[in-house]
Each structure stands twice: as C-alpha cells, then as structure tokens.
T-cell receptor
Framework: DQQVKQNSPSLSVQEGRISILNCDYTNSMFDYFLWYKKYPAEGPTFLISISSIKDKNEDGRFTVFLNKSAKHLSLHIVPSQPGDSAVYFCAASAELTSGTYKYIFGTGTRLKVLA | DSGVTQTPKHLITATGQRVTLRCSPRSGDLSVYWYQQSLDQGLQFLIQYYNGEERAKGNILERFSAQQFPDLHSELNLSSLELGDSALYFC?????????????FGPGTRLTVL
C-alpha cells in the first residue's frame, strides 16, 4: 500500500519554463510534507517543506502547494534550470504517539531540464 | 557534503551472509534514520533512533536490526542475506526526532548480494 504516490516517473521541461511535480497521499494523519532532491551517486538533499496548516510555502524559485482536501501537493520550480535535473522525492510524516513518528517517501520523479 | 558519513561505500557479499553498515551523523544531530532504496523504488524508511532509543519503525525485516551507540553513530545489521536485499542503504540524521525536521542524508552504501 503506497501511501505517498508520485505518479509521474519522469518529466521533461524546457529551460526557463515551469516544472510542476505532483504528489498524492492517502493517509490524513500526515501533517508535514517535505521535498528532497537527489543527484546520481549522492544522498537526497532537503529542498522545501510545508506544514498541513499552510497551503503554500515559497523559497526562491521553489514553491510547494498543499491541497489538504484533495490530499495533493505539488512542487513548482520557476524558472527551471539545467542544474535542477535530478530525481525529486516527496515525503510525508505523521506523529503516531508522543515522540514516535511515521515517515513515508514517494517513489520519485526524474526531472530533466532541457537547455 | 551533508556531514553524514557512511561506510563502506560498496559491499559485495553472498546470500546467507551477514553485514554491518555504519553511519556517523552530523555533529550535534541526535536522530539517525535508515532507508533502503531498491532499483526503481522510492526510499523505504526502515528505522529511526533518537539519542540511543528506537523512535520509529518502518518496513524493516526481522532479519535486519539496528542500534545507536552512546557516541551517536549507528549500525544497521543485515543477516541471512537474500538476493532481494541488494539495494542502496541510506542513513540520515536530524537534530531532533520529530517529522518536521529536515533530514541530512549520507552518500549511501551500495550492497550487492550475489
């Protein structure tokens, strides 16, 4: 049961255009969401996050939108740059009991930004 | 460089064997997480430790175990290895235990079981 889904395994975008990466989740317990970027032969690196009490968080070229009713979040990259080419993972977390947590990552979307 | 170190970088072993993967968290981080990434799969969360105590458990097999030592480094032990255990194993660390904390990932250990 994949509780966090990234239904697009890959995405190609022209340099300078907007990249939109999508993520859906099924468990309403999740209350915090993060995006990580991963280059080949490296570990993932944190990109941006959003709490369930917000519907938008922006950091430079990166914006994450959260639609709680649809259990959907998206990462927008504007403008896209060739250096953004990487695999992007969506992650969700929930506090199960005081001090214990649940972490689920999606399967990733490979973004290719074409020069 | 995230500040998280993992050793070894590569490990090749045979089915039925046992291996130990090691992780040193960033200086000051108390929480350590282990993840498995198989081919074409996402990151599967295995287990989390905070200051020596287990805090969260994911899809970790009974053949796998982990611990966090007083100096905060962590080891992931994989036993009775099967071909399907071949994967990239990542360690991550964060300052606190909660899910709202950004995790810093190491470069991973690539395990190949022949």
């Amino acid at each position: 049961d994949q509780q966090v889904k990234q239904n697009s395994p890959s995405l190609s975008v022209q340099e300078g255009r907007i990249s939109i990466l999508n993520c859906d989740y099924t468990n309403s317990m999740f209350d915090y969401f993060l995006w990580y970027k991963k280059y080949p032969a490296e570990g993932p690196t944190f990109l941006i996050s959003i709490s369930s009490i917000k519907d938008k968080n922006e950091d430079g070229r990166f914006t994450v939108f959260l639609n709680k009713s649809a259990k959907h979040l998206s990462l927008h990259i504007v403008p896209s740059q060739p250096g953004d080419s990487a695999v992007y993972f969506c992650a969700a977390s929930a506090e199960l009991t005081s001090g214990t947590y649940k972490y689920i990552f999606g399967t990733g979307t490979r973004l290719k930004v074409l020069a | 460089d995230s500040g998280v170190t993992q050793t070894p970088k590569h490990l090749i072993t045979a089915t039925g064997q046992r291996v130990t993967l090691r992780c040193s968290p960033r200086s000051g981080d108390l929480s350590v997480y282990w993840y498995q990434q198989s081919l074409d799969q996402g990151l599967q969360f295995l287990i989390q430790y905070y200051n020596g105590e287990e805090r969260a458990k994911g899809n970790i097999l009974e053949r796998f175990s982990a611990q966090q030592f007083p100096d905060l480094h962590s080891e992931l032990n994989l036993s009775s290895l099967e071909l399907g255990d071949s994967a990239l194993y990542f360690c991550a660390s964060s300052v606190q235990a909660g899910g709202r904390n950004e995790q810093f990932f190491g470069p991973g250990t690539r395990l190949t079981v022949l």
